[in-house]
């Protein structure tokens, strides 16, 4: 089992900035790919950004030149610095990684979310 634990979410006017922290922690896992994602009051989840072991990155097109992903693959900790925040931003962002667990004899996929930080921008 592989357990996510997110940070850094808050209320920020528009044009502010915030950085959301996510840290896995498990034993005899390996993670490829980490993202975020957002879910704003009646609306679907939606992927905001991703990014994997080896630094390949992809972003939603609303959020390409504000928003940055980044990883720290040794501590497996994935961020979000998200700048030049609209209130259509507003949402609550899941932390998400998918990737292996060595058990005994074999390998199990796991795709885990974290409890989800409210990020709320206002006019």
């Known amino acids: 089992q592989v357990q996510l634990v997110e940070s850094g979410g808050g209320l920020v006017q528009a044009g502010g900035s915030l950085r959301l922290s996510c840290a896995a922690s498990g034993s005899a896992f390996s993670i490829n790919t980490m993202g975020w994602y957002r879910q704003a009051p009646g609306k679907q989840r939606e992927l905001v950004a991703a990014i994997t072991g080896a630094g390949s990155t992809n972003y939603v097109d609303s959020v390409k030149g504000r928003f940055t992903i980044s990883r720290d693959n040794a501590k497996n900790t994935v961020h979000l610095q998200m700048n030049s925040l609209k209130p259509e931003d507003t949402a609550v962002y899941y932390c998400?990684?998918?990737?292996?667990?060595?058990?005994?004899?074999?390998?199990?996929?796991?795709?885990?979310w974290g409890q989800g930080t409210q990020v709320t921008v206002s006019s």
């Open positions: 998400n990684a998918q990737g292996s667990v060595r058990l005994t004899l074999s390998l199990r996929d796991f795709n885990s």
